[in-house]
């Protein structure tokens, strides 16, 4: 009952538009479950759980799915089951991946998931690895490079440019195979791993493309490696999608986890007991595949294979559709604020504080949505709040420069101009400048007709001749109160431009 009041509730503020979907991902280490929400072009995740199974611990001695990890997947499995049927979810894919497909008893461990009540499907190593860049894609529309998938059966290798995918493969490389190539030392894993590389068809390094462009890392061990790399530069954002490392970064990076303990690794906040584990032998690939495919950079992904089961069911339309945008106009329709109403407002400021240098029009959208979302919060805690939401919501589609700039807009919105000291650490104070007069030209916007439409109608703001000018219609005079007039000088001194109020008979467009 309560599960469907909240999503009748999110249907309406989606205008009809809402639903969730549940994805079930058997992997060979864990078993998750994620319910998503919202758009499915930027999906909001309303639920994640997994258990830990291991199903693929034994796979390289026996060949088999151990008794006990299946015993375990099985009992979550029927959590999970009862779970999607308590909260009346019926839109439910299921997926199996290395561990299943490549066991000697993985059919009757799928008879187990039938009488459940699921319908698993075992998913090749090319499926895997398209699915795997598909979420890249999602993520990423312009990417360019390759996507390596670490699971913990096998890694996944494809090459995505254009939206598009080629030569996509799957080596058994996942981080429960990683031990065999241990010999007695780094360097001999090391060689191990750069000779099953190559024998799985990639050496971009004997025969360099001219643009080797980017190396998407996806996987939760991947991203454990981004949280320790985060934390030992002191980044200011929390979460590890979208962080990014240049080649020599990321050999630095590779190098001191390859040399790291387990033990010591356990100690470190937000790497679990399992991905420190794992973090070692996981840096020794790197290392191999950093020689091999020889990226100009590398970007850690939180979209994968789950994220690209749901892009690969987006109409074309729909996946054309910026995900920045398609993500904050869900996020701020649910607090109140239309995307229709946020575009008009954009549209009003646009002559006097266009994105110029820094930023872009889709940023100054967003912006625009977030800070008219964020008036829905009290008072005395509005700032922090939007500026976390800025900051450290997982927003797709943007990097940290975009992140301060949202924030800085959000903030000169309620005319705030101190910043903390993570919004400048991730922009140039020129950056920063161009989204504040983003957000003043905003507050100006909105506190003339109090966000009504109407005022958007009877009035124009304009740069001319070297002023800033509020035109109203004659009928909306008084509009021009003390607090607009405070609004325009504050605008215009940031714009180092004067200013005048011009009443006419009649807007003009």
Known sequence: MIWGKRRADRNGALGGAGGERAIIDIGSNTVRLVVYGGTMRAPTVLLNEKVTAKLGREIAVTGRLADEAMALALRGLRRFALLLADMGIKDI???????VRD?????????????????????????EALLSAHGVIGAFPDAHGIVADLGGGSLELVRVAQGTCADASSLP???????????????????????????????????????????YLVGGTWRAMAVYAMAARGWPLSDPHGFELDAAGAQELALALSASETDALRTRERISTM???????????????????????????????????????LPEHTRTQDPLLA?????????????????????WTLDAAPARDHGSERLRLAATMLALASMQIEPNIR????????????WIGLDGKGRAMLAAAVAANGNQLAFPAEVRALASEEALEEAVRWGLALWLARRLGAQSARSLEVSRLKVEEGALVLELAASHAALFGQPTEKDMKLLAGRLGLGWRVDIVEQIVL
Not at 104 to 118: D, K, S
Not at 327 to 347: C, D, E, H, I
């Open 93 to 99: 894919e299921t997926v199996a991946t290395a561990a």
């Open 103 to 127: 066991a000697a008893n993985g059919p009757e461990f799928v008879a187990e998931l039938r009488a459940i009540g699921l319908k698993p499907r075992v998913i090749s190593g090319e499926e």
């Open 173 to 215: 490389l996942g981080t429960l195979r990683l031990p065999e190539h241990r010999g007695k030392n780094r360097t001999d894993m090391k060689k191990s791993l750069d000779k099953a590389i190559r024998k799985g068809g990639w050496d971009l390094a004997a025969n360099p493309p001219a643009d080797n462009g980017t190396l």
């Open 275 to 313: 991905r420190a584990e794992k973090l070692p032998d996981a840096a020794v690939l790197l290392q191999a595949l950093l020689a091999r495919l020889a990226p100009e950079r590398v970007v850690f992904s939180s979209w994968g294979l789950r994220e690209g089961l749901l892009y690969d069911r």
């Open 327 to 347: 993500g904050v106009a869900v996020f701020a329709s649910q607090r109140g604020t239309q995307p229709t109403l946020a575009a008009r407002m954009a549209a």
């Open 383 to 394: 700032l922090p709040q939007a500026i976390n939401w800025a900051l450290h919501k997982r």
